[in-house]
C-alpha cells in the first residue's frame, strides 16, 4: 500500500524554527515528485511546492519562495518542510502528497495519495 | 496568472444529481484533477485526466472538461458525498493550481 506518514502536530511561538516530515513507503520514493499544500483553517488548499527526491530537484511556487525550505532524504525516504521564523500567519494544515506524472493525452501531475496532515499553531 | 473559479456551495437532495464546475480561460486545453476533502480528513483524489476515476471511487463520480468549464458530476448523490471538492490543474509555467474549493450540501 502506498502511503505518506506525516509527523505530528506542532505548537511553536512567533521567531521560532520548525521541520515536519513526510515519510512515504510502498513505492520507489526516488522516483516520484513530493508536494506540499498548505490549508489555513477554514480555507481551500495552496500548493506551495514541490521536491524530487531522486536528485533533490525543487520548485516553489512564487507565493511560498524564500518563506519555507522543502528538503529531502532519500536514505530514509524522507520529505521536509521547514522554517526558519515562524510568524502567526503560518498556523495551517499542511499535508504532503506524491505527485503522479501522466503524458498521455497531455503532460499533467496529480496528487494521490495524501499524507494525513500536520498541524501548525504559531502563538506567543 | 492562471485562475481556477469554483462556486463556493452546491446543495442537492439525496439521490439527485451534483453538478461541480471549475472555470477557468480555455480551460478544456488543461487536464482537469479532482479532489473531495471530507470534514477533518485529508484530501482523496476522486477524478484525474478530466474524466479518470482511480480505483476504489464510485462510478457515480464523473468529470468532463471542455471550453472554458470543467465539471464534476456526482449521480444519485448520497448523504456520504457532503464534502469540500477542489479542481487541480498543471501549468508549464505556474506548476500545481487548486481552484477555491466547493461545499457540497446533501439535503
Sequence with gaps: ?124 | SYVLTQPPSVSVAPGKTARITCGGNNIGSKSVHWYQQKPGQAPVLVIYYDSDRPSGIPERFSGSNSGNTATLTISRVEAGDEADYYCQVWDSSSDHLFGGGTKLTVL
Design chain 1, 1 to 124: 500500500e502506498v502511503q505518506l506518514v506525516q509527523s505530528g502536530a506542532e505548537v511553536k511561538k512567533p521567531g521560532e524554527s520548525l521541520k515536519i516530515s513526510c515519510k512515504g513507503s510502498g513505492y520507489s520514493f526516488t522516483s516520484y515528485w513530493i508536494g506540499w499544500v498548505r490549508q489555513m483553517p477554514g480555507k481551500g488548499l495552496e500548493w506551495m511546492g514541490i521536491i524530487y527526491p531522486g536528485d533533490s530537484d525543487t520548485r516553489y511556487s512564487p507565493s511560498f519562495q524564500g518563506q519555507v525550505t522543502i528538503s529531502a532524504d532519500k536514505s530514509i525516504s524522507t520529505a521536509y518542510l521547514q522554517w526558519s521564523s515562524l510568524k502567526a500567519s503560518d498556523t495551517a494544515m499542511y499535508y504532503c502528497a506524491r505527485q503522479v506524472w501522466g503524458v498521455v493525452p497531455a503532460a499533467s501531475g496529480w496528487f494521490d495519495p495524501w499524507g494525513q496532515g500536520t498541524l501548525v499553531t504559531v502563538s506567543s
